[in-house]
């Protein structure tokens, strides 16, 4: 029994692996038999790795990224718009493929169907886009062909024609605008070559960053040594003259910035043994290299400028190297001001009377259709100009308009955004103007670049049936020549001080010294050295060449010649405060401020302001007197200090608690130089202040004796200049002199008066006498 039961388990136990591979019962159609199972995998013994060897991850290149708009906001309002300016490219970025990416926005009530956004480089279109974005920002991202873009100074010229969906009146067009924007409007480049710099003219390249700024951060571990002081400085303001960008700002500090952004440039200065302490990939030195020149930063695939020797001596020698080659001779004049990367062409300069073509200051002849025409061009006048009461600059009109222009229409000038003069249109069918003069006070004009706007603003009787398309597809109502001219007539050239217009214009009088201007910093830090490059460098543009600086001078040793003074109001001597008009209480006023607080939007309080004002107009004694000075200047160009034989001493002054920085400059103690403070309540409120008034927009709005800047509205007010003295900047000559004397008149009144007055009386004194000897005696 026992064997047949073991037989019996045998079987069974034979039988299972066969059972085991039945598969289940399938009712799906037959198909080939499958390819038996492969066995399992067994576990995988690690092999060695000269066996397998293990392959890189691919590289990732990021595209080298030049931001091309040298300002935080451009935008464009009216019918037309316009802006030419001028980048400059590399060789090895104009050898790299480059890709333009734009991104802009409308207004609701903008034409798509009529309206274009253009962009041209170098006379190429590359941009022609609808403008038909009002809900939101639209990016465009377009090739630049090869070729187009070249080593050195680029033409970019964006422009627009903006049409109203529905109105046709004058009005309407104050609606239209497009904005671009400039964080998002940049040019990209292929390599990592388009990152690096070669040559030292390649700092030109630096750019912007996407709020529009340049930033140079000097790297400088001596940076307390006095040895150290003069070179950095100068080496600040040769940067910033070759840049010749809007916004500059400096920055020293003993250590590496964190990270190399978009318009912006690392600059190592010091010794071999000081620097050592920098990455070591910046420090190998190859036999035979210039001391200054550029190294590639293997940390962010760009470059690095390098100014080094083994001393001092050898340092500020190497600084010299770039220094030198961008100096100019106090004779020798300049004939145009260096504006191309944020206007172009450059403003030519006008030092006495002349003339240019309207093609000549970058106006080409447009043909217009629209309602509301407005173009505009750049001149520049020296920092001693001398015409303001009494000069008129003229325009030669070469234009046209169409019989559909209707009287009442008008052709505006505007000088600095004030109105200075209109052309009514008065007559219909039509008018061809052939060197038509209009001219225009030169009041508003100031040293420096001043902005001239034409504008034409025009009825017509096509607009007041409105009919769909009007203006967008009419034939031309207004024609502008390129052949127009503007002719700036001779006028008076002598200096006053003080004048802090001259010193934002053309860096008046600092410029036009010979001597190293002393720069007193009294325990200065990274924020004050970084404040007073800043500076500098915004004056060296103003002046068109690095000015020469003495910062071993102390307040003692300046008082027969020009000086500046900067730092936090601690730091500042009384008899400086004292000499510049500052009172000093001052220490008082801003001993609780901690620094700049963040701009504020106070357009509702400003418009409360000024409808109370407007409300209360004409209240009370003070406001009749108001009023009467108001009427003089709006009817005839004159105010009630004209009728003042002397202007008075200015009283000092003391500012407002949120003023955070103060600019104020006078005669020296000796009368024959000229001091500038410049001071803030702390040393971070003078480094953001002094960054926020150099930038291009409010550095144009220095003015008067004192200007002050108030970082929590971010407003310029100025303290108009009482008493002031001449400074002599061109040879005696009678020509000179009487229009020296004419304008002085001009802005005397009771003066003029008063000498027209005795010489009336003596010549009818000197008449009585002459016919008494005359005729028959009875």
């Given amino acids: 029994m026992k064997r047949l039961f073991t037989a019996c388990l045998l079987t069974v136990l034979a039988t299972l692996p066969l059972q085991a591979q039945v598969p289940p019962f399938d009712m799906s159609p037959e198909k080939p038999a499958e390819e038996p199972a492969p066995p399992p995998e067994q576990p995988t013994v690690p092999a060695t790795p000269d066996l397998v060897p293990v392959l890189p991850a691919p590289k990732v290149e990021t595209p080298a990224v030049r931001y091309i708009i040298p300002q935080d906001s451009l935008s464009f309002s009216g019918e037309t718009g316009e802006k030419t300016w001028a980048v400059f490219i590399t060789e090895d970025q104009a050898a790299s493929a480059a890709t333009l990416s734009l991104t802009y926005q409308n207004s609701l009530i903008v034409a798509p169907e009529w309206s274009t956004l253009t962009l041209a480089i170098n006379n190429a279109r590359i941009v022609n886009e609808p403008v038909q974005s009002s809900e939101n920002r639209k990016t465009l991202t377009v090739d630049v062909p090869a070729g187009i873009l070249k080593a050195g100074l680029n033409v970019f010229k964006m422009s627009t024609s903006l049409r109203h969906r529905t109105d046709c009146t004058v009005q309407s067009t104050y609606e239209l605008w497009a904005e671009v924007d400039p964080s998002k409007t940049f040019l990209s480049f292929a390599g990592d070559a388009a990152r690096r710099f070669r040559k030292i003219n390649d700092i030109r390249a630096i750019g912007v960053d996407a709020a529009g700024r340049t930033t140079f951060n000097l790297v400088v571990p001596a940076i307390n040594r006095m040895a150290a002081t003069a070179p950095m400085l100068h080496l600040a303001e040769a940067l910033a003259v070759l840049a010749n960008m809007p916004n500059l700002a400096v920055t020293i500090s003993p250590a590496m910035p964190k990270e190399q952004l978009p318009g912006s440039l690392t600059i190592l200065v010091g010794t071999d043994d000081e620097l ?205 020549f390129d052949t127009s001219e503007f002719v700036m007539p001779d006028f008076a050239r002598i200096g006053t001080m003080p004048n802090l217009a001259g010193l934002s214009g053309t860096s008046f009088p600092y410029g036009r010294s010979d001597k190293p201007l002393p720069v007193i910093i009294n325990n200065g830090g990274e924020k004050t050295y970084s404040a007073a490059a800043t500076l500098l460098a915004r004056m060296s543009v103003a002046a068109g060449r690095p000015l020469e600086v003495d910062p071993r001078a102390t307040a003692n040793s300046t008082v027969n010649s020009n000086a500046l003074f900067m730092g936090a109001i601690p730091q500042i001597e009384s008899t400086v405060l004292t000499q510049t008009g500052i009172a000093e209480n001052i220490r008082t006023v801003w001993s609780d401020v901690r620094g700049v607080e963040p701009a504020v939007d106070t357009g509702p309080t400003q418009v409360e302001f000024d409808q109370w004002r407007e409300r209360l107009a004409g209240r009370g004694w003070r406001g009749q007197i108001s009023s009467f000075d108001d009427w003089l200047n709006r009817t005839f160009n004159i105010s009630l200090n004209s009728f003042s034989f002397y202007a008075g001493r200015d009283e000092p002054y003391a500012p407002e608690p949120a003023a955070s920085l103060l600019v104020a400059q006078r005669a020296n103690p000796a009368g024959d130089g000229v001091w500038t403070l410049v001071t803030a309540p702390t040393d971070d409120s003078l480094l953001d202040s002094v960054r926020a008034m150099t930038q291009q927009d409010r550095w144009s709005k220095l003015d008067g004796h004192i200007s002050i800047y108030k970082g929590g509205t971010d407003e310029i007010q100025e303290v108009p200049v009482g008493e002031f003295t001449f400074v002599p900047t061109q040879p005696l000559s009678f020509s000179n002199m009487r229009l020296i004397i004419a304008n002085w008149l001009s802005g005397n009144i009771l003066s003029f008066s008063l000498l027209l007055i005795v010489f009336s009386t003596l010549l009818g004194i000197a008449t009585s006498r002459l016919l008494s000897n005359l005729g028959r005696r009875v």
């Fill in 276 to 480: 050592q302490g920098l990455p070591e990939a910046l420090l190998a030195n190859t036999p035979g290299a210039p001391l200054a020149a550029f190294v590639d930063d293997p940390a962010t695939g760009g470059s690095v400028l390098r100014v080094r020797g083994p001393d001092w001596q050898t340092v500020t020698n190497a600084v010299a190297s770039i220094v030198d080659p961008l100096k100019r001779e106090i004779g020798v004049p300049r004939s145009f001001l260096s504006t191309q990367t944020w206007r172009s062409p450059d403003v030519p300069l006008f030092t006495s009377a002349s003339r240019a073509k309207f093609s000549e200051l970058g106006v080409s002849t447009r043909n217009f259709n629209g309602r509301r025409l407005r173009t505009e061009f750049a001149i520049g006048v020296p920092s001693d100009f001398y015409a303001n009461d009494y000069g008129k600059a003229t325009i030669l009109l070469d234009a046209a308009y169409s019989e559909d222009v209707l009287p009442g229409s008008q052709i505006n000038i505007y000088v600095n955004d004030n109105i200075a003069a209109t052309l009514p249109i008065t007559t219909r069918g039509g008018e061809i103007l052939r060197h038509f003069p209009i001219g225009f006070t030169m009041r508003h004009f100031r040293p420096g670049a001043n902005l001239i706007t034409l504008e034409a603003v025009l009825s017509t009787r096509s607009d007041t049936a409105c009919a769909p398309g009007t203006g967008a597809t009419s034939p031309t109502r207004f024609a502008l």
